[in-house]
């Protein structure tokens, strides 16, 4: 009597629902067939140059001996054990000649000829021109989302049965229900404030008890949160975006997960996280990756210790480990048609094979764009992260960008300065300008006023609605690649603003994202007509609209300015809080000039005459008018002057 042949398959649990315990292993009828609980990545395509290891995680899995059937050209070239007896790790080839379709992994007691059970895998025709897809560059302008504060276009997902915590919009640092949905339901107000590119905060499965909102301690790596949307709601909101000419980047964390992972019951080999006697933190010695003075202990407690206790850091000097992640981008990148990819706390990663994840992800995506939060204030700390860079070391991050955290730090101390010192005010961002000496490829840094981990720039500059305008001009004008957080167009601000580092306080809900929100900011009746003093909004009656349409005419008009993109920069020092500088090439110039002060200048215009002599029909970039700019030109306090110009 031949022995019954269990096809496993849990893709329909995961469809539903995505938890620590998604697949029970009782439910299968015979109790002698071992019960696949994960196989990744979920499936693969024709035409990869990233080779495949399937990593199989089951109950005694690796007793088995694994085939693969379903046509010729797809077969198991090596399967390397695991300290654990339930994984196994499965080198795949996929030869020229596979065709897309269902295959099947054949799991076979060692001795026996018919299999004990099988387990469908699609591998799927990659799409024409996948490996040449573009990516964000100084062309573009990111808006940054916390998917869970930004909108909720599904109510029924608020909370689920599978995941531990529940939907309570009154808690700060609670779930407030925002989904992939509620975006999507929004694109026309991203793409109509200019914006080409959308990064949201992880939107893969998180199922900490308490703060999952924020997404940064994954519990699963395949599956988009079910409180979010799920896998083909993610792949939805992408094309959709596309349609609307906006690329998606999606933030990665290969640093840590959360503890509540799936594999924390049983992990695949000891070494694959970092473990200690007791719980050990990094020191954040950012500084111990190109000290030369730097302790090698230093520099493994910056790599190995946790970020948080609720947070598990992963060890990428584990060659699957890594080979996981490397998987894990380009499963995503290919699955959802990503144009981008930003890397959560980049330096606490071991940084040789953080290196290699980068490099190997360009192998596959030439043109890929991928930028790392490496938060230091040191420009020279900095550069050394970009890849490319001379380091004196020899290493290469082989990462394409960097974010400006610098710059950030200059922008927020220049526009609060009231009564400037030496060396203090406009001089501030005058200052980090000047050391762009250091970096080596200023097209690839990320600026922005203002991210989902700082102060909201909208309490930055005391709910001033001209310094505001002034830090978008700044972001619009200056040179890399803008990055504004979402509100921040309307200014909005803290709900706990004694204190703007708090993560709960600043990440405020946007107002009209909500069913039965009495202020709706994503229309521009809302922006226009309301009266605003709510918690996370400091605005008077119409000055949302204001600001909306001005941010909107910087970037929507920066879309085309290509002496923006790749232009230079010549800019000139003043002690008297103000800024001047130029964005030029051998045919077009933006005069940009900021009056921080609180009385009106006269622009300097004879001082500037080395660029300034030449230029001609000038045009006023947000009110479209023709403009003469001379010594006699006033520019009121508190105030940004933008003009384009043509170069003789």
């Not at 922008?411 to 400037?420: E, F, I, K, Q």
């Not at 890399?480 to 921040?488: R, Y």
Request: aromatic share 12%.
């Amino acid at each position: 009597m031949l022995k019954k042949i269990i096809i496993v398959s849990v893709l329909a649990v995961f469809a539903s629902c995505t938890a620590r315990q998604a697949f029970d292993p009782a439910s299968v009828a015979d109790a002698d067939a071992v019960q696949v609980s994960h196989v990744e990545p979920l499936s693969w395509w024709t035409g990869m140059n990233t080779p495949l290891q399937l990593m199989v995680h089951g109950q005694g899995v690796s007793e088995y001996v694994l085939s693969v059937e379903g046509g010729d050209g797809v077969s198991v070239s090596a399967v390397h054990e695991a300290d654990s007896p339930n994984y196994l790790f499965a080198d795949i080839k996929i030869s020229a000649k596979a065709r897309p379709g269902t295959y099947y992994l054949v799991f076979t007691r060692d001795g026996e000829s018919a299999p004990a059970f099988k387990y469908p895998y699609e591998i799927e025709a990659r799409r024409s021109g996948s490996a040449e897809r573009k990516s964000f560059t100084t062309a573009d302008m990111v808006y940054l989302i916390m998917p869970d504060r930004f909108a909720n276009g599904d109510t029924s997902n608020d909370s689920v049965d599978c995941m531990t915590e529940k939907a309570d919009r009154s808690e700060p640092f609670g779930r407030h229900g925002g989904d992939i949905q509620g975006i999507i339901d929004h694109l026309d107000y991203i793409s109509g404030l200019g914006a080409t590119y959308i990064w949201a905060t992880p939107f893969l499965a998180d199922n900490a008890p308490e703060g999952s909102y924020h997404g940064y301690a994954a519990s699963d790596y395949y599956h988009i949160d079910p409180r979010f949307g799920s896998n083909s709601l993610y792949r939805e909101f992408v094309a959709k975006a596309k349609e609307k000419g906006m690329g998606v980047i999606m933030d990665m964390v290969p640093n840590h997960c959360g503890t509540e992972h799936w594999w924390m019951d049983d992990l695949p080999f000891e070494d694959w996280i970092h473990q200690f006697p007791e719980y050990t933190g990094t020191n954040v010695c950012f500084s111990a990756n190109m000290d030369p003075n730097a302790s090698a202990k230093d520099l493994y407690l910056n790599e190995s210790g946790w970020f948080v206790p609720s947070m598990v850091d992963m060890n990428l000097d584990n060659p699957y480990m890594l080979r996981y992640f490397v998987q894990w981008a380009v499963w995503w990148i290919e699955y959802a048609g990503l144009e981008g990819l930003r890397v959560d706390t980049y330096p606490y990663n071991e940084k040789q094979p953080a290196a290699d994840w980068c490099a190997a992800i360009r192998s596959e995506y030439p043109d890929m764009n991928i930028v790392g939060e490496c938060w230091t204030s040191s420009v020279p700390q900095l550069a050394y992260w970009q890849g490319g860079n001379p380091n004196k070391d020899g290493f290469d991050s082989n990462l394409p960008s960097i974010m400006d955290f610098p710059l950030y730090d200059a922008v927020c101390a220049g526009l609060t300065c009231d009564n400037p010192g030496w060396g203090q005010g406009m001089t501030r961002i005058y200052d980090a300008l000047s050391h762009d000496f250091v970096y080596h490829d200023l097209s690839k840094m990320l600026i922005f006023p203002g991210n989902h981990d700082t102060a909201r720039i909208g309490d930055v500059v005391r709910k001033d609605p001209s310094r505001l305008k002034i830090a978008m001009a700044l972001m619009a004008t200056m040179r890399g690649i803008p990055q504004i957080f979402a509100g921040d167009e309307l200014m909005f601000v803290s709900s706990n603003s004694d204190d703007m580092s708090n993560h709960g306080g600043l990440r405020v809900d946007f107002p009209g994202g909500w069913p039965g929100d009495a202020v709706d900011l994503f229309t521009e009746e809302g922006r226009d007509a309301q009266t605003v003093n709510t918690d996370g909004l400091a605005v008077a009656k119409g000055q949302a609209g204001e600001l909306y349409r001005y941010v909107s005419r910087l970037f929507n008009w920066r879309k085309g300015k290509k002496v923006i993109h790749d232009g230079r920069t010549m800019h000139f020092l003043s002690r008297d809080n103000t800024y001047g500088y130029f964005r030029y090439d051998d045919s077009d110039a933006v005069f940009v000039y900021v009056n921080n002060s609180d009385e009106a200048k006269n622009i300097p215009w004879s001082h500037y005459s080395e660029i300034s002599d030449g230029l001609s029909d000038g045009r006023d970039v947000i009110t479209g008018e023709a403009v003469e700019v001379s010594d006699s030109t006033v520019a009121g306090p508190r105030s940004v002057l933008v003009v384009e110009f043509r170069r003789n």
